[in-house]
């Protein structure tokens, strides 16, 4: 039951702020206790003041009167005072269980599956997820809070009306039960609609990330389709809007209809207590006391009730959350992991076959790849062949669903994770752009080292970078991107030639280079790769690339089509049968002519 997730909820709340929710519990039960206090007092309150009328105001009368008084007045300011400490503690209980949630959610969010990143509905449950992990487990504390507080009220309330009729709580109770009814079919309707509209709430967020992202303001304005997501947004914000209000309506006329019949119910039991106190049966202190503890038990009641239909509501809610924390991961480390070797024979794919999870087409079928140790390889193929699910497979992003990828002839999966990808360094085909320093972009690839200023600077010198970020305002210390103050904006080749150093810091015997001089010409290119190889001496080198300037300096050509390896070998020999490769190369030469620049892409381009 959805119910279940309230201990859970509870629990880490517990875990994330012991003293604060132990000194919480400790005022509510204080603040429970208070109001019934002032109850009982206002009665001995008006008797007295009674008694004192009719003595015609002699000091003997009057003085219980001053006295009485006076209790009231401090009960009333430690009323307000435990409230305004209630508020300090529940603020500092708030921070605490909110970043304790935020821990939990983002460890998860590191820990799972890269696949989980490609499912759309994997997609939904994160941002459920993310929506009700700011706001629903504070939201369930305060109203369990506030349920636990009125429950005390109540239940003292109770006890202070009973000798006036046993009848008298039960009638608090049942002019507050269709509040409850109304209030709990309206969150389950809520709570429904909310879980099916998330794919249309999710485009909203990406339509609005759209028209106010400074990465689409470029292409928003040269093709002026501003308007036209402008449209689809406001279209299907009207949508939700109207499928929104029409729920607040229908729980609105509920709420009227609870309401009828909780002030008929109240009506007659005050009319009787009137009637009671015409009849000389009941003082006017005992009226003071019914009045104020009718009227504030069904306050009480409805407050009780509402808060049981909020905590109801958020635990639905909450099991987004749960569900998500809930996740198992698929690739895991081994029982008994086995050491990572100092590679001697090389990697080796074995009849590889691969999908993308949740999808049909096979990207890699029955692949075989050999790439010797201490070599440089270069991967050339047309888009879709699969160059870049390679780097996926080798760094263990994912599984292959038949064969396996072997390092020295050991099966990677027998392998932790952790010392795999400490072995491996990888410029990425789309380097992130990280709004960090120029120092600090570099230094995030191996924190566990600690790179100093010198390993920095000599991996910024072996990408060609180095020259780029002396000339910044404060140098390896200026903070790169728009986000923050005084930030410096770079170029894309700028920033993939941050990303390059990135990759060169980790002193990983495995470097795989995606598309790395994407953003270079060809003088540079060969500058950069000329110091490339020196650079990458003893390195285990894969290079996915279109660029025949690399592809020709690579130990090792492979190009690939359609899942499969179709051409193995060095440069010159690929160029002697009339395979894909020189075909691309003559087609390549024979629109080059004339041109100073070599030939650069294979097939289609990726």
């Known amino acids: ?17 012991r ?48 006295f009485l008084a006076l209790v009231v ?59 009700d992990l700011n706001s629903r487990p504070l939201a369930l504390l305060e109203s369990s809070g506030t349920l636990i ?59 609005d990330t759209l028209l106010t992202d400074s990465a689409v303001a470029p292409e928003l304005r040269l093709f002026n389709f501003g308007s036209h997501f402008q449209f689809a947004f406001q279209d299907l914000r009207k949508r939700l809007r109207k499928e929104r209000l029409d ?39 005992d009226l003071a006391l019914f009045y104020q503890a009718f009227n504030r038990g069904q306050g009480l009641m409805h407050s009780l009730l509402r808060n049981m239909g909020n905590i109801y509501s958020h635990t639905l809610f909450l099991g987004n959350m749960f569900e998500f924390l809930a996740l198992k991961v698929q690739i895991e480390d081994p029982a008994i992991p086995a050491p990572v070797p100092i590679l001697k024979k090389g990697i080796r794919f074995h009849q590889v076959k691969f999908r993308y999870p949740g999808t049909q087409p096979v990207i890699l079928e029955d692949l075989n790849l050999t790439i010797p140790a201490g070599q440089i390889v270069a991967i050339m193929g047309p888009n879709g062949a699969g160059k870049s699910t390679l780097i996926k497979l080798l760094c263990r992003f ?15 999966r027998k392998f932790s994770l952790e010392e795999l990808r400490n072995q491996i360094t990888v410029l990425f085909q789309w380097p992130i752009h990280y709004h960090l320093t120029a120092g600090q972009n570099i230094a995030l690839s191996d924190l566990q080292a600690g ?15 180095d020259e780029i970020i002396a000339s910044l305002p404060q140098g390896y210390d200026t903070q790169l991107g728009r986000w923050f103050f005084s930030g410096t904006e770079l170029s894309g080749g700028e920033w993939q030639r941050l990303a390059l150093a990135r990759a060169f810091l980790r002193k990983a015997q495995i470097m795989i280079l995606d598309e790395p001089t994407s953003h270079l010409d060809s003088w540079a290119e060969a500058d950069w790769f000329d110091r490339f190889r020196a650079l990458a001496n003893g390195r285990t080198v894969l290079i996915i690339t279109h660029r025949f300037t690399i592809a020709r300096r690579a130990d090792i050509v492979h190009v690939m089509e359609d899942g499969r390896i179709v051409e193995p070998g060095a440069h010159d020999a690929l160029l002697a049968p009339a395979g894909p490769y020189a075909q691309s190369w003559q087609r390549q030469n024979s629109r080059d002519v004339g041109k100073t620049s070599e030939p650069r892409i294979v097939g289609k381009g990726r």
């Open 1 to 17: 039951m959805q119910i279940g997730y309230l201990p859970k909820t509870l629990r880490l709340v517990w875990t994330a702020a």
């Open 247 to 285: 729920l607040s309506k229908r729980q609105f006329l509920a709420q009227l209809g609870a309401s009828v019949i909780g002030i008929l119910i109240s009506g007659i039991a005050v009319v009787w207590m009137v009637w009671q106190c015409l009849n000389g049966r009941v003082t006017l202190g």
């Open 149 to 207: 507080q009125s429950a005390i009220t109540l239940l003292a309330m109770g006890a202070l009306l009973i000798p006036y009729g046993v009848w008298l709580p039960f009638a608090l109770l049942v002019s507050t039960l269709p509040a409850l009814f109304a209030l709990i079919r309206f969150n389950n309707r809520y709570h429904q609609w909310w879980q099916r509209s998330t794919p249309e709430r999710r485009r909203v967020q990406y339509y």
């Open 398 to 412: 994912y599984d292959p669903e038949a064969g396996c990828v072997k390092l020295d002839g050991t099966d990677i």
């Open 73 to 131: 007045a401090m009960v009333v300011l430690l009323t307000e005072v435990i409230g305004s400490v209630s508020s300090w503690v529940g603020s500092a209980q708030a921070e605490l269980i909110r970043d304790h949630f935020s821990a939990l959610t983002h460890e998860k969010s590191v820990a799972v599956d890269l696949a989980f990143y490609e499912s759309p509905e994997d997609h939904d449950r994160l941002a459920r997820a993310r929506d």
């Open 451 to 465: 790179a100093g200023p010198v390993e920095i600077q000599n991996a910024a010198q072996a990408a060609g970078v």
């Open 19 to 66: 003293g604060w929710t132990s000194a919480w519990a400790g005022l509510l039960l204080l603040q429970g206790l208070l109001p019934a206090a002032t109850v009982y007092l206002t009665r001995l309150l008006v008797d007295g003041l009674v008694k004192a009328l009719n003595s015609q105001g002699s000091w003997e009368s009057v003085q219980p009167v001053l």
